[in-house]
């Protein structure tokens, strides 16, 4: 079973659609995260759950809306989103240590193979 | 933000030579972490440093953790066919936060 999946691989969207996007990780790790990736761009880093709770927000549109159920799932619910949103979304898991109430992230993240998203 | 300058940009190269890429940051980082995205897929870790000088390989790769800890290198020898893709660098700051490079595109001359 590959460590992190994403489906679905590629998605073209209107403005007017809602849509979502699902991870599933196989690892056993207790952190997910969302990243936006643009070309020729650093990888932007969008929500963080450790926990299952959201732990960032980096200034993210409110047209994108994460969701947690559990430690293994992620999903990223697309709702009105604009043609600069068009990229790819990329998920992600790593193994969280909590030392003395804080999230001592070991941060070797393990990636899916990301939806390319296309709005038009 | 913190960011990263990673170089170069993009390199070409002929099958066979030797390939080395860096980055850079103003900051000092606790991790550095090299990563590999092949089209079409998501980044796949490489290499993963957790000290300063530490000197790590994996095959024809090699990447070290710059002393002052506010640098990294990573370089292939031998260089494949199958080494074409972007290569992204990756620190964890005190904040425990990934900061990433814009990546470094590989590219085999014919």
């Known amino acids: 079973e590959t460590g992190v999946t994403q489906t679905p691989r590629h998605l073209v969207m209107g403005m007017t659609n809602k849509k979502s996007l699902k991870c599933e990780q196989h690892?056993?790790?207790?952190?997910m995260y969302w990243y936006k990736q643009s070309a020729k761009k650093p990888l932007e880093l969008m929500f963080v759950?450790?926990?299952?709770?959201?732990?960032e927000n980096n200034s993210v549109p409110s047209r994108f809306s994460p969701e947690c159920p559990n430690s293994s799932h992620l999903f990223l619910h697309l709702h009105t989103l604009q043609p600069e949103d068009s990229a790819l979304y990329l998920c992600?898991?790593?193994?969280?240590?909590?030392?003395?109430?804080?999230?001592?992230?070991?941060?070797?993240?393990?990636f899916g193979p990301g939806t390319r998203l296309l709005v038009l | 933000g913190q960011q990263l300058n990673q170089s170069p940009q993009s390199m070409f190269i002929q099958e066979g030579e030797d390939v080395s890429m860096n980055c850079t940051s103003s900051s000092i980082f606790n991790t550095w972490l090299w990563y590999k995205q092949d089209p079409g897929e998501g980044p796949v870790l490489l290499i993963a440093l957790y000290k300063a000088g530490e000197l790590t390989s994996n095959g024809r790769l090699t990447a070290q953790f710059g002393i002052t800890r506010k640098d990294s290198f990573l370089n292939i020898s031998a260089s494949i066919p199958s080494d074409v893709g972007i290569y992204f660098c990756a620190g964890d700051d005190s904040n425990y936060q990934l900061i990433w490079g814009a990546g470094t595109k590989l590219i085999i001359k014919p």
């Open positions: 759950y450790n926990f299952k709770e959201q732990t």
């Open positions: 992600a898991s790593s193994q969280v240590v909590r030392l003395a109430g804080t999230s001592r992230g070991q941060e070797t993240q393990y």
């Open positions: 690892l056993g790790h207790n952190a």
